[in-house]
């Protein structure tokens, strides 16, 4: 099935305004994007602004959880399908305070699949066999591997480590439950570290590149020898699109990008791009900034996906390699430091650049 009228959450953010600018170019024919995005600190329009005078396109500055909101825009555009990207999504903060990722990601969410189970069970028999809700989750849900633990699957329990993995985990048993409970037609994915254009400047590899560039300390946490799997935006946009078109209804899909590599190892290969693409003005080595600070607690330590079933049954796999995945989003945020000014100068508190906890 094609989707062309779908309501897209947090569009603003890192991965949804990718999956927007994904959907709008794959799409050339009429189609309705309604971008429903509360502008937090991690919300920016700008992200999306070569779609401002695109008729097919309409950003709505709102919350998740306003009802009234939301069942107006899903009857007045005869939406076929939500996709839930807005969340709170940074650890650090869900530790500093946990509240708001629970308000966003759990009371939002369950405020969300209320009002779709509404909408949907309004709709005529084909539309509402057809209509989906696909949930954006993330693997932290599982919690953390040792370096022999197989990777996660679909059926790993879940075992969310962080205030924020647990409110994401929450999050899934809700859409999990309207499935069980209502029939709702939903679908989850669940994937590793994204990266690429557009990534807020709080996550560890903006933050790597744009420190270095403001000759600041690159702040590893503990060891640096904690793993994580990358996987490059566009590849993720992809998946979601498969999942949204030919997932099984009420299934749960890991993504992964098969590059699980250490922080160190990102580090200094972050490190040894800027130094071929802006090198240093005093001749030296980014390297030299790296500096190992206090551990997050409860750092998770190894995060893997196997990503088996996506792959077998909708035939996706990633395509970027982590070499050439780094290699251009070193390149996009040396080309738009505009765009990272802009960030850092208004929505960003500056002492979190370099600082933890
Ligand atoms: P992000 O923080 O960059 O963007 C989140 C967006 O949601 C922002 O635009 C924000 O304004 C919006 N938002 C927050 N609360 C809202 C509310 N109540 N109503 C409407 N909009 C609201 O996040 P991201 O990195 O793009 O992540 C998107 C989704 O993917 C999240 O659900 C996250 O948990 C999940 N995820 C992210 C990653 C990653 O590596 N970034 C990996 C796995 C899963
Ligand atoms: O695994 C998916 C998750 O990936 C998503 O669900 C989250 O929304 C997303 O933020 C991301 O979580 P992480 O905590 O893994 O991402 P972050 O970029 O914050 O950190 C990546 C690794 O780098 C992690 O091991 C912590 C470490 N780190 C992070 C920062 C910000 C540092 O060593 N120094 C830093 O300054």
Redesign the pocket.
Known sequence: MFYQKVLVTGGAGFIGSNFIRHFLNQNKGPSKVLNLDLLTYAGNPENLKEFSSDNRYQFIHGDIADQTLVAKLLKEHQIQAILNFAAE????RSIDSAEPFFQTNVIGTLRLLETARTYWKSLPPKEASEFRFLHVS???VYGSLSSEDPAFQETTPFAPNSP?AAS?AASDHLVRSFHHTHGLPTLTTNC??NYGPYQFP???IP?VILNALDEKNL???GD?K?I?DWLFVEDHCVAITSVLQEGKVGETYNVGGKAETT?LQIVDTLCALLDELQPRQNGKSYLDLKTFVKD?PG?DRR?SINFEKIHHQLKWTPQENLATGLRKTVQWYLSHREWCTQITETKYSRDRLGG?H
């Open positions: 999504s940074h650890v650090d993330t693997d932290e924020y994401k590793s570290n709080e996550k560890l933050l702040p590893i946490y640096g904690n994580r922080n997050r750092h995060y933890n």
